[in-house]
Structures are given as structure tokens and as C-alpha cells.
């Protein structure tokens, strides 16, 4: 049970990060690539290294952008980070149950 438990606390802590980084995508895109760059200095590696705290954003982000205008894609930005921060809360309660199971 306590892998099952780490897994959940990491899935929570990564949707975690994704959520803030969409906030910072919801206030401006410039702000969100700008940040995403700094992380990254467009080195590749670094760039796999930070795919699982911040790629899942910077590629909805990214496409939503690209697709619609900038008011349509603050509002899709902010569904999908109400529905992150859902998902986040899920994992904590499992991670907090699986937790309490050993």
C-alpha cells in the first residue's frame, strides 16, 4: 500500500505544479512561455526533465493559444485548471487514504 500511496502523493504533487502553471498561463500567455523558457533554457533534456511537472500545461496552453482567440483561451485555461486542481484534490484524499491503510 505505501507505493500505491507515493504514486498518488507524486500524481497530486505533479497536478499540483500544473495547476499553477496554468494560472500563470490564464494571466498571459508571454508570462506562461516566458516562465516555461526560464525553467527550461531551451536546453532538450531539461525540457524532458521538467515534462511531468510542467509539459501537460505547456502543451494544452500552447494549442489553446494557437486555436482560439485570447479571451476563449483565458476561459478554456481556466476550466482546465479548475478541473487539474479537481484532479489534484482526488489524488491527496487517496494518497491520505492508502496512507492511513498501513
Given at each position: 500500500m505505501g507505493v500505491?500511496?507515493?504514486i498518488f502523493g507524486i500524481l497530486g504533487t505533479?497536478?499540483?505544479?500544473?495547476?499553477?502553471?496554468?494560472?500563470?498561463?490564464?494571466?498571459?500567455?508571454k508570462a506562461g512561455n516566458g516562465f516555461?523558457?526560464?525553467?527550461?533554457?531551451?536546453?532538450?533534456?531539461?525540457?524532458?526533465?521538467?515534462?511531468p511537472l510542467f509539459g501537460l500545461t505547456q502543451l494544452i496552453a500552447s494549442s489553446t493559444y494557437g486555436r482560439f482567440n485570447w479571451f476563449v483561451a483565458r476561459v478554456l485555461l481556466f476550466l482546465y485548471a479548475i478541473l487539474v486542481f479537481v484532479l489534484a484534490i482526488v489524488c491527496f484524499i487517496a494518497f491520505g487514504h492508502f496512507a492511513d491503510m498501513q
Open positions: 500505491i500511496a507515493t505533479f497536478l499540483l505544479f500544473n495547476f499553477l502553471f496554468a494560472l500563470l498561463y490564464t494571466l498571459s500567455k516555461y523558457r526560464w525553467i527550461t533554457h531551451d536546453l532538450e533534456f531539461l525540457m524532458i526533465l521538467s515534462a
